[in-house]
Structure formats: structure tokens, C-alpha cells
């Protein structure tokens, strides 16, 4: 229903004054009003929420209105998507979802599967958490860790990666310049406060989180820390994903003594990189590991992407044949498979490049 429905609406109801309360009315058809000007027409004017016209009607306002009238209303109110069963529409927290795409979507990464959807699940399980969650991904280029990012942001937002609940960072395009840290500085803060206030749970991605100046990651420690709110506002619900190539090599190396021995790549515990993480992290160059961030132990978990093997390519190579509604043959999975560069040289074990490419790559075994 349209605005100027809404309104005729609203006189028709006023029309009828005589068998409601006005006052009741009034006040309605006054906050509907308001939020008409100000958000559809976006109107100049600044919500006071002292202000009972500004406030959302409550039940007994609408204990004067007709059934018919009150469904009406209903239906246009939440066509805006200001209203839901479950709260705030925006967010849809499907932790089902997220585990099944986790599982079905994401190949060759046990590590990344479990961690994160237990850290997750157990954040979204806990609202009185201490401190927003911070997760810090680790790995080569291609193995997964926007893939995951952006999962993560497909079943917790309605929207994604493009609800007004997600921001991204990718510090070499919105802070180029160290010079201007200082400036950076200001504006991240403002961009981070502004949402969080705007939504009740929040989550920002940094990419290429090892090129930002440890001035930058400093300025917003604060919301990343133990505090009930930092300037009135709290933090404790937002979601913070720092992703970087840090410790890549170091990810490889395990997995490869343990092709050396044997073992399966399954057999890969956090116990064995983690802690390895951690330690490289702290040592690399760049402003991430010379931050307060790293040495505040405000990183929850730091989670392994570990590389791609083959028949991993073969997967992701099948998804983006799926993904365009087309059949394929193992023969030619294979063909794209053994179209990809393996390292080590002697080895040839791991795709240098990921998945990454592999969309782009199908073409060429096209009809």
C-alpha cells in the first residue's frame, strides 16, 4: 500500500472518531505521519524520542481500532520492514543455515567449519557476552576466508553482505594513505558507532587486515574490549572479522608434514596452528601485529585456512558449473582441476591459487 493509501486510511479511521478514543487516534496518525516525512519522503527532521508523536504506538493505543482496521495497518507498517515475529527484520541469526553451507559450501577447511560456527553460535546464544566476538582468518589468497565472510553475513542479515547491519573495510582501498591515519582514524570511529547504534547486532569485516596502520586498529580497540560502553554506546553485540595472508605459509608447511607422514589433512588440530598463528602474527610486519589488538588478547580465535588440494578444486570447480544452472562430467572437473598451478614444485600438492580463479576458469572449458 502506497503512503497516500495509508493516509486516506488514517482519515478514514479519523472519519470515524466517534466510536474510538481520539486522542488515541490522534496520536497514531501523528507518529505515522512523522514517520512518513522523515523516512519515505525523508523530510528534514531529527526523531525526538522523548516525544510521545515520535514514539511507536503501543497495544493499548490500539485498543480502539477495529480488527479490519488494525490488520490493515499492520500489513503496510511491516511492508516498510519496520516490524517482524522474531524483532528487528534485518536479522535473521539462521545458525541452521549457516552450519549447512558451512558444511556443503566450504570445502577442504575443517578447522574454519567447526571454529566458526562455534564461536557464532555461541556468541548469538549469549547475549549478555562480555565483549563483541572477534575472529582473525588466516590463510593463502583463494582458500576461503571472504567465502566464509560472507556466509556468515548471508544467514545472520537478511540483506548480507549488503545489509545496513554489514560494513567493509578493505584497508588498501579506504586507507591508502598513511598520512592521512589521522582522518582515517575519526572516520572509522564514526562509521562504526553510527551502525551499531543503528542496529543491534553488527558485523564489520576488515580485508587485507595486515596493511592497516596500527593507528587505525588502536582507535577502535576500544569497542573491541571489556567495557560495558565506550562514550555511552555499547559495542558488546557487534561481530568484528579481520582477514589476512599472515601465517599462510606457516598453515602450509603443517599441512604438508603431515602429507610428508601420512596423516590425514582431517587429523589437522587448531592445537597445531593456532598457537603458531598467534606467535607469527605477533612477529609479521604491518600494522595488525603491531597493534594494541594483539597485545590486548582481544582476538578470539585465530582461525586456519588451510590449502587447497585437488580434489578440492574439483569441488569448488563443480559448484561454479552449478552455479550457472550447468551439468558437467568428472572428465571435465578434471580438466579444470589439472588447469591450476600446484606448489610446492617437487610436491605439486596445493593450488596456488585457491579457488579463487575458478569461476573465471570455467569458461574457457565451455561449449
Keep these: 500500500m502506497s503512503a497516500r493509501c495509508f493516509l486516506l486510511l488514517l482519515w478514514a479511521v479519523s472519519a470515524q472518531a466517534d466510536f474510538f478514543h481520539f486522542d488515541s487516534i490522534s496520536n497514531v496518525s501523528t507518529y505515522y505521519f512523522n514517520y512518513i516525512y522523515c523516512n519515505i519522503w525523508e523530510g528534514e527532521c531529527q526523531p525526538n524520542q ?15 481500532f477495529p480488527q479490519d482496521y488494525m490488520s490493515l495497518l499492520h500489513q503496510w507498517y511491516c511492508s516498510l520492514g519496520q516490524c517482524c515475529e522474531s524483532g528487528d527484520c534485518r536479522i535473521t541469526n ?5 552450519a549447512r553451507d558451512l558444511q556443503t559450501k566450504l570445502h577442504g577447511q575443517h578447522l ?5 560456527l562455534k564461536a557464532i553460535q555461541g556468541f548469538i546464544n ?8 572477534t575472529l582473525s582468518f588466516h590463510g593463502w589468497s583463494g582458500t576461503g576466508k571472504n567465502f566464509v565472510a560472507r556466509i556468515i553475513a548471508d544467514n545472520l542479515y537478511r540483506d548480507g553482505v549488503k545489509s545496513e547491519c554489514v560494513r567493509l573495510f578493505i584497508a588498501p582501498f579506504h586507507f591508502p594513505h598513511a598520512r592521512l591515519v589521522d582522518t582515517y582514524k575519526g572516520q572509522l570511529r564514526e562509521a562504526i558507532r553510527d551502525m551499531v547504534l543503528r542496529c543491534p547486532q553488527t558485523l564489520f569485516i576488515f580485508d587485507e587486515a595486515e596493511k592497516l596502520h596500527p593507528g587505525l586498529i588502536d582507535a577502535i580497540k576500544p569497542f573491541m574490549d571489556h567495557y560495558d560502553n565506550v562514550d555511552g554506546v555499547s559495542y558488546r553485540r557487534a561481530i568484528f572479522l579481520f582477514l589476512s595472508n599472515i601465517g599462510g605459509a606457516t598453515i602450509n608447511d603443517v599441512a604438508l608434514d603431515f602429507w ?18 598467534r606467535a607469527e602474527t605477533m612477529e609479521s610486519q604491518g600494522g595488525f601485529a603491531q597493534s594494541e589488538l594483539m597485545s590486548g588478547h582481544l582476538i578470539d580465535f585465530f582461525v586456519p585456512f588451510l590449502p587447497l588440494e585437488y580434489r578440492h578444486i574439483k569441488l569448488c570447480a563443480r559448484d561454479a558449473y552449478a552455479a550457472r544452472g550447468l551439468e558437467t562430467d568428472e572428465a571435465t572437473l578434471d580438466e579444470v582441476a589439472k588447469a591450476m598451478l600446484y606448489v610446492p614444485k617437487e610436491e605439486r600438492l596445493f593450488s596456488a591459487q585457491g579457488c579463487k580463479s575458478i569461476p573465471q576458469r570455467i569458461n574457457f572449458f565451455l561449449p
Excluded: F
Design 50 to 64: 522523548d516525544d510521545a508523536t515520535q514514539q511507536v504506538p503501543t497495544r493499548d493505543i490500539w485498543a480502539g
Design 94 to 98: 539462521n545458525i541452521t543455515g549457516l
Design 260 to 277: 610428508h607422514s601420512g596423516q590425514n589433512r582431517e587429523d589437522i588440530g587448531m592445537e597445531d596452528l593456532e598457537h603458531r598463528l
Design 112 to 116: 574454519a567449519q567447526s571454529v566458526v
Design 126 to 133: 549469549n547475549p549478555e557476552s562480555n565483549k563483541p566476538l
